[in-house]
C-alpha cells in the first residue's frame, strides 16, 4: 500500500488547522479528506470509509471521543485513530484511549514532524494487517491439521492447547499441568529427550508410542517436536490407530495363514534363516520338522471343504499344544505372540527346534505330534483318525540354508509315507536320490501317452466250469525308452498323485475295448476286466465316457467288468453309489479287487451293485500253509455266494491252490500256475485250451462243513 492510496479523513472544526494539516500531509503524499466538525466527519466515513482517522477532541455538536467511540463501533480494532488536542493533561489522554483511539498528539502541531508520525502509525497499521492475515491462515491450517497442538516448556509443563483437543482427550493444560500428569513416566521421557534432542541439533524429532485409555482401549500415537525458543518446543500428536491396525492386518496376511491363525510359509523361511545364523554364530544345532496329515485328501473329497478346515485347524491347535514354546520363536516383535509352529498349505506344517542338544530331542517331538494326531477328531456325524507322516531335516548336517532344509524335510516326510505312514523318518542322501528319480519319472510319464510308450497285456481266467478262458484282466505296461520296462506299482501311483490316471485311465479302457472287440470279430467272445482309480470313478463325466468308448469300439458292454478296489469303496459317498449304479444299468459288470484288504464287511457290500469279488492274492498265496488264509479265503467263498456275488481268485501259482479254490466253489481262477500276462495275439492262442482241474479237499476240512 503506498502513501497515495492510504486515505487520511481529518476532522477539526478549526479552518486553518484543517488547512496547514492537510497541506503538510498531501505533501508527504497521502489522500486526504477533511470534515468540519464530527457529524460530518461520521458522514464522511460511511460513505467512502478511510485508511486512517485524524479527530480533534473538541468539536461542536459532537466531539473527538464520541466520533472514535462510533468508529470503535463500527469498524472493529483495525483502524488507526489519532486524537488531536491542546489539552496535555493525563485525563484527557487516558479518555482518549478509553474512547478507543491509537494514538494522540497535542497542539501546537509541529509540522515538519507531523507526517513521519502518521508513516509510523501507517507501518504500524500494515502490520496489523499484515498479523491478522497471518493469524488467519495459522487458524485455517491449525484446523485442517488433524493434530493435536500443544506448547511445552523446558520444565515439562503443558504451556496451551493449540488444537484439536478432543482428539487427546488424556491431555489437560493449565498453570500447573505438567505431562507427568498426562501420561507415564515413560512416555514423558520420550517427549523430554526429543525435545532435549530438537533444541540441541535443531532437528524435528518423531516418535511413536501406545497409550491404553481409561476406557481400556489402546491408542497408537505419532508425535513430531519442534523447537519454538530456547524456553519451548511444540509437540504434534497423531492419532495413527487406524493406521497402525491396517499395518498389523497386512503383516497378519502376509505372514499369517488365515484358517489356523499360524505363521505361513514367508513366515516360517525368514524364522529359519534367522535361526540358521543364530545357529552359525553359536555353533549350535537345529532340526526341521515337515508334517503332512495322512489321508486328509479323502476328508476333503467325501466330507467336504468346509470340514476339512475345520480338521484343519484342531490340528493346528493340537500340533500348538503339543509343541514346546522354544520350538519355534517368532519374528522379533514384541506385540506379536509367540509361534511354535508354521503351516505352508494345506495339510502341510512345518516346526524348528533351535539350539538341539540331542537329534534324539527331534523325534522325541515328532512322536509327541504324532501320538497328539492320532486321537480321533470329534465331529457331530462320526469321527475321523488321522495319522501324521514326519520328516526331519537337521542343520548342518543335511543343510546349511533353508530352503535346503525345507527341501529335504519335505523328501524325508515322503519317504515316511512310503514306510507306511504314521512314522517319523530322518532325511539321508539317497532319499535325495530316489525323489530326483522320482521327479525325473513324473516328467516322463506326461510325455508317455503322447509318444505311445504304453501297452496293453492280458492274464487269463479261467472258468472253472467251462474248463477254459472265459476271461481276461487287461494290466497296463510302460515301455520306457531308456529305462526299459518300468512296473506298474512305480508309476500308477505316481499317475494318482498328479492326475494322470485319468486320461491314462481313459486310455487302458479304450484300447481294451478296442482289441477285445477284435476278438469278437474273430469269434473269440471275451469278457474283459479293466482296473479303475478311484479318481476316475470320481470324475463327473466317467460314466459317459465309459459309454462313449463303448458306442466307438463296439464292444458290448454285458462282456465289460470295472474292477474297483476296496479301498475306494471305502470312501463312499452317494455320487459313487450314483456312479456304480449308472454303469449297472447298461449290463457293465461290477467287481470289487483286492477284497479282505481293507475293512468292508458283507453287510455292506451287499447294498451296493457288484457282481463279482476277488479274493486277495495275499491270502491265495498262503492258503496251503496258513490255516487263517485257509479260513479266510473259504469263509469269503461262502458268504460271497449266499450274497449272489461270483467269486475269482488271484495270484494261484501251483495245482494244489488250484484244487483246493474249486473245493471251496470259487468260479474263476488267475494266475502264473495259467499263464503270466501276455500280448493280444498270445492269448488268441490259449482260448482253445482246456483245463481240468479235480477238487482236492484240503487237510482238515471235512466234507460236510464245506
Known sequence: MTTESFRILLA????????????????????????????????????????????????????????????????????????????DDMQSINRSFEAGATDFIAKPINWNLIAYRILYLRRGYLNMLALKVANARSTAIFSAIPDTMFILNDKGKIIDICSHPDNT???????????????????????????????????????????????????????????????????????????????????????????????????????????????????NKLAVLFLDLDGFKSINDTMGHNTGDTILQWAAERLQSSTRPSDFV?????????????????????????????????????????????????????????????????????????????????????????????????YNVDLTFQAEKRMHLENDLRNALQQNEFYLVYQPQLDVAEENFQSVEALIRWQHPKQGLISPLDFIPLAEENGLIIPIGDWVLRTACTEAAQWHQRGRPLQVAVNLSPLQIKNPDFVKNVLDILAETGF???????????????EHSENILATLLALREHHIQIALDDF????????????????????????????????????????????SKNLGFSITAEGIESLNQAQVLKYFGCETLQGYYFSKPITMQEMLALTDKQWRIEPLRPNGVNHESS
Open 330 to 426: 517368532s519374528r522379533n516383535n514384541t506385540e506379536q505372540p509367540e509361534v511354535k509352529l508354521a503351516r505352508l498349505g494345506g495339510d502341510e506344517f512345518t516346526v524348528v527346534i533351535p539350539n538341539l542338544p540331542r537329534t534324539e530331542d527331534a523325534l522325541i517331538l515328532a512322536h509327541r505330534i504324532r501320538e497328539a494326531m492320532r486321537r480321533p477328531f470329534q465331529l457331530e456325524s462320526r469321527d475321523v483318525v488321522l495319522t501324521a507322516s514326519i520328516g526331519i531335516a537337521l542343520y548342518p548336517d543335511d543343510g546349511a540354508d533353508a530352503e535346503t532344509l525345507l527341501k529335504h524335510a519335505d523328501t524325508a516326510m515322503y519317504h515316511a509315507k512310503n514306510e507306511g505312514r504314521d512314522n517319523c523318518q530322518f
Open 556 to 570: 458290448p458292454p454285458g462282456k465289460l467288468v470295472l474292477e474297483i478296489t476296496e479301498g475306494a469303496l471305502m
Open 169 to 283: 482427550p488424556w491431555l489437560t493444560a493449565g498453570a500447573e499441568s505438567t505431562l507427568s500428569q498426562s501420561l507415564p513416566e515413560q512416555i514423558v521421557s520420550l517427549y523430554l529427550g526429543a525435545a532435549d534432542r530438537a533444541r540441541s541439533h535443531g532437528t524435528v524429532e518423531l516418535f511413536e508410542y501406545p497409550l491404553k485409555l481409561a476406557d481400556g482401549k489402546t491408542k497408537y500415537y505419532e508425535n513430531r517436536i519442534v523447537v519454538i525458543d530456547p524456553k519451548e518446543t511444540l509437540c504434534l500428536v497423531r492419532d495413527i490407530t487406524e493406521r497402525k491396525d491396517s499395518e498389523n492386518k497386512i503383516f497378519h496376511l502376509a505372514y499369517f495363514d488365515n484358517l489356523t491363525g499360524l505363521p505361513n510359509r514367508q513366515s516360517f523361511m525368514e524364522r529359519l534363516e534367522s535361526e540358521i545364523k543364530r545357529a552359525q554364530f553359536t555353533g
Open 12 to 87: 477539526d472544526d478549526d479552518a486553518t488547522v484543517r488547512l496547514l494539516m492537510q497541506a503538510a500531509l498531501e505533501k508527504a503524499g497521502f489522500d486526504v479528506t477533511v470534515a468540519c466538525d464530527g457529524v460530518e466527519a461520521v458522514r464522511l466515513f460511511d460513505s467512502r470509509p478511510a485508511d486512517m482517522v485524524m479527530l480533534d477532541v473538541e468539536m461542536p455538536g459532537m466531539d473527538g471521543y464520541a466520533v472514535c467511540s462510533y468508529l470503535r463501533e463500527r469498524v472493529g480494532d483495525e483502524l488507526p485513530i489519532m486524537m488531536v488536542t491542546g489539552m
Open 596 to 639: 479282505g484288504t481293507g475293512y468292508s464287511s458283507m453287510n455292506y457290500l451287499k447294498r451296493l451293485p457288484i457282481n463279482n469279488i476277488k479274493v486277495d492274492q495275499s491270502f491265495v498265496r498262503g492258503l496251503l500253509d496258513k490255516k487263517e488264509n485257509l479260513a479266510i479265503v473259504r469263509a469269503i467263498i461262502s458268504l
